[in-house]
């Protein structure tokens, strides 16, 4: 039984250290259901056996002259090999009734018997607590609130147990009864747990002071579970001042590039915006210096290349550069940098990255302007059919002559667009903020020009068959069939980084939130909590 003054074997708190508990939570469904339904190996004696039996059917009479007739204890075990008493066997065969009545009968000591430890040594509330029947658990605290506090061999008391098997009504009911000295944090993880395993379920614990909370809303914070950040918030206002490093929630927000949870500065007043704005960490960052750092690659992972992971970079460095007092962008830290030096020191390889990724995309892209260039003009001088005597194409001019020429000469123009395009890219500074908007513009027309004109290329293929071939009707839809899967092989390879590009830069990929009361419904219940 965990004691909440021994502190020998007490576990080490920690954020985003599971410490097994994923693979725990799995031998707890395993052993759970295991207990319905499967015989393991029994025990020889043939009265228990039938006991089990009458158990799993829901017959309570056979049960109770068990029990009262034949004078046997109620913490008979049941299996040799899993340890489960009586009760344990109605709980894991979900018959609540017999489980119930089990309970009236037995003393507290009877309760307090564990399944062995192949099993996982759970007691009855225990396993209870992963039923999620409220009600059983209610019976068996009033019987031996002690049960509360006992924990398994994979490190869970009822009330963690309940919280990591997703039973949010189990769950508040245990946490209002289990001894809040045992949720501290300095007597264990336990709280921490609770914390975690309901914010991985979503389910919001009240009230929750000094247990690890801050730890937990900090991990909320990374992840981006704004829902869970706001109700944190409102119960535990004392905590969203600052971490160990004393930087707090917004800080944390900017740090791992998380805008739902900063779009929440746009929501809070002015008095307590400013508060937050004009805070520094442990090493003298302002919340400008926090913009100005690397953010994590999981988050840099998110946008497709070098360049637009630069611009991303520098939108959220604009942001919040928009929002700080002046005097935080000329601020230095305890390293003597300014926000502007932090950004440029820890970013000055991916700009080097970002280079060398544009300046080999838009080579391989100039190979197949380059190429059709000269396809196109050799096509503009070499009509289908060839020329008369007199200079004038064999073929009657038509309709399908004046499409040929109009996109052959689309698709050569846009080729040289290109290729000039390509020569403004190789001339450019590469500088940081050239990363903003001049850059990926120039890359987004690169890719549109190309793109067009390897269409237009292949549309006046299609008019120069139709010239040629202009009364084979079934030639015409053969090959217009055909050409469909190059094109859609094309646009599905390099529309997307186009789209992307003007996304990113037109649209600005990063939804803050700047307008007052726009925001959604978490915005506004943090707007109450802070006044307005």
């Known amino acids: 039984m965990h004691q909440p003054g021994q502190s020998e074997s007490k576990p080490e708190i920690g954020v985003g250290r599971s410490d097994g508990k994923e693979d725990k939570i799995t031998e707890m469904t395993h052993y759970e259901e295991s207990g319905r339904g499967e015989e393991d190996e029994m025990t020889e004696d043939s009265s228990l056996v039938e006991l089990r039996k009458s158990i799993c059917n829901g017959d309570w009479n056979a049960v109770r002259l068990f029990f009262v007739f034949g004078n046997h204890p109620l913490d008979t075990i049941i299996l040799s090999n899993e340890g489960s008493t009586a009760l344990h066997v109605a709980i894991l065969a979900a018959q609540y009734k017999i489980a119930e009545h089990l309970i ?17 040594c759970h007691t009855a509330l225990t396993l209870v607590a992963m039923t999620g029947r409220t009600h059983v658990a209610k019976c068996i605290v009033q019987k031996n609130n002690k049960l509360l506090t006992i924990e398994s061999d ?27 000295d045992v949720l501290l944090s300095q007597n264990g993880r336990y709280g921490f747990d609770l914390l975690k395993e309901g914010m991985d379920k979503k389910i919001l614990v009240q009230s929750l002071w000094n247990c690890g909370v801050a730890d937990a809303m900090f991990e909320a914070t990374k992840q981006g579970i704004v829902e869970f950040v706001v109700e944190l918030l409102k119960v535990t206002q004392p905590l969203i001042f600052h971490n160990d490093d004393r930087r707090h929630v917004f800080m944390i927000a900017i740090q791992y590039r998380q805008e739902n949870i900063f779009n929440l500065l746009y929501s809070i007043n002015e008095e307590w915006r400013a508060h937050f704005l004009n805070q520094t960490d442990r090493n003298g960052n302002n919340i400008l210096h926090v913009a100005g750092e690397m953010a994590p690659p999981s988050r840099l992972a998110r946008v497709s290349s070098p360049v637009l992971q630069m611009q991303r970079e520098l939108q959220w460095f604009k942001e919040v550069e928009r929002i700080v007092p002046e005097w935080c962008k000329e601020s230095k830290n305890n390293n003597g940098e300014t926000p502007s030096e932090v ?18 995309t838009a080579s391989s892209f100039i190979v197949v302007g380059t ?15 060839g020329n008369a005597q007199n200079g004038f194409p064999n ?19 846009t080729a040289s667009t ?20 001049y850059l990926p513009e120039l890359l987004g027309l690169l890719v549109y020009t190309i793109l067009i004109s390897i269409m237009a290329m292949m549309a006046s ?56 009361g726009a925001l959604a419904v978490v915005g506004r219940k943090l707007i109450e909590f802070f006044g307005t």
């Open 104 to 120: 009236e009968m037995m003393s507290e000591t009877d309760l307090e018997k564990k399944t062995a430890s192949n099993s996982g």
């Open 371 to 385: 190429l059709i260039i000269t396809i196109a003009f050799a096509a503009a001088i070499t009509l289908p059919g």
């Open 343 to 360: 950004f440029s020191n820890s970013h000055e390889k991916l700009v080097k990255e970002g280079e060398k990724w544009i300046r080999d």
């Open 418 to 437: 290109s290729v000039l395009i390509f020569l403004g890219i190789l001339a450019s500074r590469f500088a940081q903020e050239d990363f903003l908007e």
């Open 461 to 516: 293929f299609f008019a120069a068959v139709l010239i040629i071939l202009q009364h084979r009707r079934w030639v015409i839809i053969s090959i217009t069939m055909i050409a469909i899967v190059p094109v859609t092989f094309v646009g599905r390879l390099r529309f997307h980084l186009l789209f992307e590009i003007l996304f990113s830069t037109h649209a600005k990929g990063i939804p803050f939130n700047r307008k007052k």
């Open 154 to 180: 994979q490190g869970f008391i009822p009330v963690t147990a309940a919280c990591a098997k997703g039973h949010k009504e189990m769950t508040n009911y245990l946490y209002a009864v289990t001894p809040p």
């Open 395 to 413: 073929f009657s001019p038509g309709r399908p002559l004046a499409m040929f020429i109009t996109l052959n000469a689309i698709s050569f123009f």
